[in-house]
């Protein structure tokens, strides 16, 4: 025992002389290695009390416990003061001179495509809307059957759709998002549903394999086609003059019926006929229509009793009209030259 006792007590000595020659965090952390680690010398030290007899074991190791407190506060209480001292040189050798000009900041700008969606929901929601979203893998049953669009129909083929299984894919419209959304909730309904979508489109000046849609749902008692046309015409008013005006033509939805397709007076000439608008005086932004009550009645809801118009606008078209923009692919290049115009 008195063996244990001696080295105990000579590590403590050597400790507390080495303790006092540490200048540096790092050297504070490598004595406390040396002395207290795993492998240190005061653990290899306590290993050897295997050997003690019953009495002397509570003895040496009430020893070794008061040691390395005493160890681990004198190094605490060193180290504090290297940090101190190393503060303190840090401030006298790494001055800063606060007169110096600053690093000019470059700060970015909201992108064209998300200040249109910003600017057309702030229409609706003006209106009443609420925001929904949904997922951007669907499923097939969302995607086309809830809207009328079973297997084998032919507007599917138009869609180009990705297929990631079977029945799971990359949604083509935004209309899965009013589907879930009839389904959680009782009319009255009124929602705008922004949000990527995903067709196998091949990318020139005016397609894109992404892009983005918002549509839009209310659903109610007494709703008829003149709500559908007043909500739209404020619409182009709010995003493209007080002049703009509208212009529905008759389309075929299978979701929506009666369906249209809604122009909006050119943006570039007012209607008067360019090379924008080809020479009509009218540019196709969106698709509409009335709720198709088959549509209704699979979400739970009584078309007897309620009634409901949808439209689909697509924002990059917004976007390149709003904006000036000539080409859909300058909206994904991420060109900052471009990007630097909508600062």
């Known amino acids: 025992m008195s063996d244990l006792k001696n080295e105990l007590l000579t590590i403590r000595k050597v400790f507390q002389n080495e303790v006092l020659s540490i200048r540096t965090s790092t050297e504070a952390d490598s004595l406390r290695v040396k002395f207290l680690g795993k492998k240190g010398e005061l653990t290899a030290v306590l290993r050897a009390m295997g050997s003690l007899t019953a009495e002397e074991r509570p003895v040496i190791g009430q020893l070794a416990n008061d040691i ?55 229409v609706f929601l003006g209106l009443g809307y609420v925001i929904a979203e949904g997922p951007e893998v669907e499923y097939d049953l969302y995607n086309f059957e809830k809207l009328r669009l079973p297997k084998g129909h032919p507007a599917r083929d138009t869609q180009d759709t990705f297929y990631i299984t079977e029945n799971i894919l990359l949604r083509t419209q935004t209309s899965p998002v009013q ?17 990527k979508v995903y067709r196998s489109d091949a990318l020139d000046s005016t397609h894109s394999p992404i ?91 009584d078309p007897e009793i309620y009634s409901g118009f949808a439209f689909g606008i697509g924002v990059e078209r917004t976007a390149m009209g709003r904006f000036g923009i000539d080409d859909i692919r300058n909206l994904y290049e991420n060109d900052i030259r471009f990007l630097r115009q909508f600062k």
């Open 68 to 122: 390395r407190t005493e160890m681990e506060d004198t190094l605490a209480m060193r180290l504090s003061q290297v940090r101190a001292m190393e503060k303190a040189e840090q401030l006298a050798t790494q001055t800063i001179d606060v007169t110096l000009p600053a690093q000019p900041v470059s700060m970015g700008a909201r992108h064209p495509l998300y200040k249109a969606i910003d600017e057309i929901c702030e």
């Open 179 to 195: 589907v879930r959304v009839m389904e959680a909730n009782k009319p009255p309904i009124k929602v705008v549903c922004p949000g």
């Open 211 to 301: 892009f983005h849609q918002i549509e839009g749902l209310v659903v109610d008692k007494g709703v008829t086609m003149g709500d559908l046309v007043g909500s739209l015409q404020l619409f182009a008013r709010k995003l493209f003059g007080e002049n703009t005006k509208i212009r529905l033509r008759p389309h075929h939805f299978p979701f929506t019926e009666p369906s249209c397709e809604v122009d909006l007076t050119c943006w570039s000439c007012g209607g008067k006929g360019c090379r924008v608008c080809k020479g009509e005086g009218w540019i196709e932004v969106l698709g509409a229509g009335m709720v198709h009550p088959e549509v209704l009645a699979g979400c739970g809801i």
